[in-house]
C-alpha cells in the first residue's frame, strides 16, 4: 500500500470526541494550523453516551471537589450563551424522605459520622439544602433560577412518585444534545482551516528531534503526517495511544469507568428531571428524552476490557429500574425499557477505592522527553463534557510556550454553528421558521432550531412544499436533512445520523431505517474517496438521491 506524506502542520489530535474536537476548534481560532484523527464517527465513543446534561455535578460536593464544581457551574452559561439550540436549562426535582438510608463512604458522610455520629446512614435535610445553596452561588450564577422547595403533595412533580415523599427541592441545571456539541465543534474548527479525517485510526507516531511522524490508515489510504505537537485526546483509548502508538513509557493512566443508561416510554407529564438519591449512596436521574421517552441512568462500574466492548448489561438495567422503582409510584420494569446504551468515562487513576469516587478532575500532562526539548506530547486525561471548553484552553495554555504565534483565549461564549441568537430565542426562531417554511408542522419546526438553529434555514432553502425536501424517511427526516448531514457534518452511515447527529432511530421503524441506509449508500458511490472523512460545503452531495 503506497503512503502519501502530508505538510507540516502545527497540532495533531487523536481522538474526535468532545475534547478533542474542542481542543481542534480552540487551537484553530488562535491560527495554528490542525489536523485531528478519529477511528470512528465523531463522539462515536464516550461523547455519545453521556447522561446529556451541563451540570456542576451536586454529588461532587461530598467528596470536597469544590473546585471541580465551581469551574463546572462557571461553564453551565457560558456554554448555554453559546448553543441555546442545542442547550437549554431544565429544572430538577430532588424528593426527600426523614426516613432515607445510605451506604456512603464519601469525606463528607465520614464527616458527619464523627461529628454526629446518631446521623450515620442518612443526608439531613439541612445537609442538603447546604449543598444546594453552594450549588446556587459557587459558579456565579445569572441566568438560571436559584433553588426553591416543593410541596410534593401539592405540586405536580408530587404526583408520579410514591406517597412516602412529601416534600423536595427543586434546583437548576441545563441539558445538552452531547453528540451534536461534538460535531459542531469539528465543524466549527473545520470552518477556521483545521483538516478533520473520521475513520481515519492512528496507527503510528513517532518522535523526532524536530516533530512528530504520525501515520493514519483510512478512506484515503495510508498517509504520514508531520506535526510539531501531538494531541492525545484518545479517551478510553488515551492509555492505548501513549503505550502502543507512541511507545512512551508512562506510569500514568486511566480508570474505566462504565456509565449505563436506559430509556423507557414517557414516564411523566411534566418536563422536569428528577434527581433520585440510592440506598447505596449512588445517585441516578431521571429525565424527559426526544418528547416522548425517560432517560433514567447512570451507574458507575469498573470496566475490564477493551473500550469498544461496552454495553449496557442486563444487571445494570435492572439495577437502574429498581432504583426508580423505589422513588416512582408504578413500577419501572424491564419491559418498559425501549433502548439502552453505555459509554466507558476515562477517569484519570487516583487510586480510589470506587468507581464512584474516583476524581472527574481531568489531568493534562505534557510529555517533552527526557531531555524536555523533544517535540511536545500532551495527554488528556478524564474530563466531563460541561469542562470540556476549559480543558481546550487549559490544554493551549500548556502548549503555549511551543507556538507563541498562538492568540489568546476566545471560545467563551462565542457561539458554535447555528447558534448565533439569545439564549431565550428558541420560540422566536421557531416562529420565524415556521413563517419562512409554512409547510412545516411546529414539531418539525421545533425539531429542526433544537438540532440546526439558525441554519436550519439555509438547509431548508429553495423548498415551497415537502416535496422539495426530497425523500421523507419518516420522524420527519428527509433527504435534504440527510444531504446536509452528509455534505456538512461528516455523517458516512446511517447509524451516524440515527443515534448521533439525531436520536430520530428511537422513533423509526426498521423498514425507514433500511430506507435511509440504501439512500446513503447511494450517496456513497457519489462520493470521491479522497473526500471521505472530510466534509466542505457542495463535497457528497447525493444529486441523483434527492
Given at each position: 500500500?503506497?503512503?502519501?506524506?502530508?505538510?507540516?502542520?502545527?497540532?495533531?489530535?487523536?481522538?474526535?470526541?468532545?475534547?478533542?474536537?474542542?481542543?481542534a476548534r480552540d487551537a484553530a481560532g488562535r491560527g495554528l494550523s490542525v489536523t485531528l484523527a478519529e477511528q470512528g464517527d465523531l463522539a462515536q465513543g464516550t461523547s455519545s453516551a453521556s447522561t446529556k446534561m451541563f451540570h456542576g455535578g451536586l454529588r461532587y460536593l461530598e467528596y470536597f471537589e469544590f473546585h471541580l464544581v465551581r469551574e463546572?457551574?462557571?461553564?453551565?452559561?457560558?456554554?448555554?450563551?453559546?448553543?441555546?439550540?442545542?442547550?437549554?436549562?431544565?429544572?430538577?426535582?430532588?424528593?426527600?424522605?426523614?426516613?432515607?438510608?445510605?451506604?456512603?463512604?464519601t469525606p463528607t458522610s465520614r464527616l458527619l459520622g464523627f461529628v454526629m455520629p446518631w446521623m450515620k446512614g442518612r443526608r439531613p435535610a439541612w445537609l442538603i439544602r447546604l449543598g444546594l445553596f453552594l450549588y446556587d452561588t459557587l459558579g456565579g450564577r445569572k441566568i438560571l433560577p436559584g433553588t426553591r422547595r416543593l410541596d410534593l403533595k401539592t405540586d405536580p412533580a408530587g404526583r408520579w412518585l410514591q406517597p412516602g415523599f412529601g416534600r423536595a427541592w427543586e434546583y437548576s441545571d441545563c441539558w445538552v444534545q452531547d453528540s451534536r456539541l461534538v460535531v459542531l465543534n469539528a465543524r466549527d474548527a473545520g470552518a477556521r482551516g483545521a483538516r478533520i479525517l473520521t475513520r481515519t485510526k492512528v496507527i503510528s507516531a513517532r518522535r523526532t528531534a524536530a516533530h512528530w511522524e504520525i501515520t493514519t490508515e483510512g478512506p484515503r489510504g495510508r498517509e504520514t503526517h508531520l506535526a510539531r505537537a501531538l494531541v492525545n485526546a484518545g479517551g478510553p483509548w488515551v492509555g492505548e495511544v501513549i503505550r502502543d502508538v507512541a511507545h512512551i513509557t508512562s506510569t500514568e493512566g486511566v480508570r474505566l469507568v462504565r456509565g449505563s443508561h436506559i430509556v423507557t416510554r414517557r414516564l411523566y407529564d411534566h418536563d422536569r428531571a428528577y434527581f433520585f438519591q440510592g440506598t447505596d449512596g449512588r445517585i441516578i436521574f431521571a429525565i424527559p428524552y426526544e418528547d416522548d421517552f425517560t432517560l433514567i441512568g447512570t451507574t458507575d462500574k469498573d470496566h475490564q476490557g477493551s473500550p469498544a466492548d461496552v454495553?449496557?448489561?442486563d444487571e445494570e438495567r435492572d439495577y437502574l429500574c429498581a432504583f426508580a422503582s423505589r422513588y416512582f409510584a408504578k413500577p419501572v420494569t424491564p419491559d418498559d425499557v425501549v433502548w439502552s446504551y453505555s459509554g466507558v468515562r476515562p477517569l484519570y487513576n487516583d487510586g480510589a477505592k470506587s468507581a464512584t469516587a474516583a476524581t472527574r478532575e481531568y489531568v493534562l500532562s505534557l510529555d517533552t522527553g527526557a531531555d524536555h526539548r523533544a517535540p511536545p506530547l500532551l495527554n488528556v486525561f478524564g474530563g466531563k463534557i460541561t469542562t470540556y471548553r476549559r480543558l481546550a484552553e487549559n490544554a493551549l495554555a500548556k502548549l503555549a510556550p511551543f507556538f507563541p504565534q498562538a492568540g489568546a483565549d476566545w471560545t467563551a461564549r462565542v457561539a458554535l454553528p447555528g447558534g448565533d441568537f439569545p439564549h431565550d430565542g428558541v420560540a422566536d426562531q421557531v416562529a420565524r421558521l415556521k413563517a419562512g417554511f409554512p409547510f412545516l408542522t411546529h414539531a418539525h419546526a421545533a425539531r429542526l432550531i433544537r438540532t440546526y438553529g439558525t441554519e436550519a434555514a439555509e438547509m431548508l432553502a429553495g423548498a415551497s412544499r415537502h416535496e422539495d425536501l426530497g425523500p421523507d424517511f419518516g420522524a420527519t427526516l428527509s433527504g435534504a436533512e440527510v444531504n446536509w448531514l452528509i455534505t456538512r457534518e461528516y455523517a458516512r452511515e446511517a447509524a451516524d445520523?440515527?443515534?448521533?447527529?439525531?436520536?430520530?432511530?428511537?422513533?423509526?421503524?426498521?423498514?425507514?431505517?433500511?430506507?435511509?441506509e440504501a439512500f446513503m449508500a447511494k450517496a456513497a458511490q457519489h462520493r470521491l474517496p479522497e473526500n471521505e472523512g472530510t466534509a466542505r460545503p457542495g463535497i457528497g452531495r447525493c444529486e441523483g438521491c434527492a
Open positions: 500500500m503506497s503512503t502519501t506524506t502530508a505538510d507540516m502542520t502545527d497540532l495533531f489530535v487523536i481522538g474526535g470526541g468532545v475534547n478533542g474536537c474542542g481542543i463546572a457551574l462557571q461553564e453551565r452559561e457560558t456554554l448555554l450563551v453559546a448553543m441555546p439550540h442545542i442547550s437549554w436549562p431544565m429544572r430538577f426535582v430532588l424528593p426527600y424522605s426523614p426516613g432515607m438510608r445510605f451506604e456512603s463512604d454495553r449496557c448489561t445520523i440515527l443515534w448521533r447527529r439525531t436520536r430520530l432511530g428511537l422513533h423509526m421503524t426498521k423498514d425507514q431505517i433500511t430506507a435511509l
